[in-house]
């Protein structure tokens, strides 16, 4: 099992940059794939970013390729979201999320597929 815990939320103007971390408790935090997922209020949760085991091997959203980058740390057990060139429409509460199982390059957009979520963060960019 493992815990997440979400920061690095804030309020930003459009054009800002924000990083969001996720750090994860426990041991085998290198044997999960990750995701974050964001909800805009009203709307319903959608993902966002993925990472596999394998650092090398991400996945966006098309609204946010080129302007986020996930990655991770295996020796810190945190993965990031790097978020560049804001705009008004990522406001919204920001969740990662871990799931294991599959290969070393297995990684998915399917919310379903994860089973463990943090308590998310908030991320508001004003216009």
């Known amino acids: 099992q493992v815990q997440l815990v979400e920061s690095g939320g804030g309020l930003v103007q459009a054009g800002g940059s924000l990083r969001l971390s996720c750090a994860a408790s426990?041991?085998?935090?290198?044997?999960?794939?990750m995701g974050w997922f964001r909800q805009a209020p009203g709307k319903e949760r959608e993902f966002v970013a993925a990472?596999?085991?394998?650092?090398?091997?991400?996945y966006y959203a098309d609204s946010v390729k080129g302007r986020f980058t996930i990655s991770r740390d295996n020796a810190k057990n945190t993965v990031y979201l790097q978020m560049n060139s804001l705009k008004p429409e990522d406001t919204a509460v920001y969740y990662c999320?871990?799931?294991?199982?599959?290969?070393?390059?297995?990684?998915?957009?399917?919310?379903?597929?994860?089973?463990?979520w943090g308590q998310g963060t908030q991320v508001t960019v004003s216009s």
């Open positions: 999320a871990a799931t294991q199982g599959g290969s070393y390059y297995y990684l998915t957009q399917r919310e379903d597929d994860y089973n463990y």
């Open positions: 990472i596999s085991r394998s650092p090398s091997n991400t």
């Open positions: 426990g041991r085998t935090f290198s044997s999960y794939a």
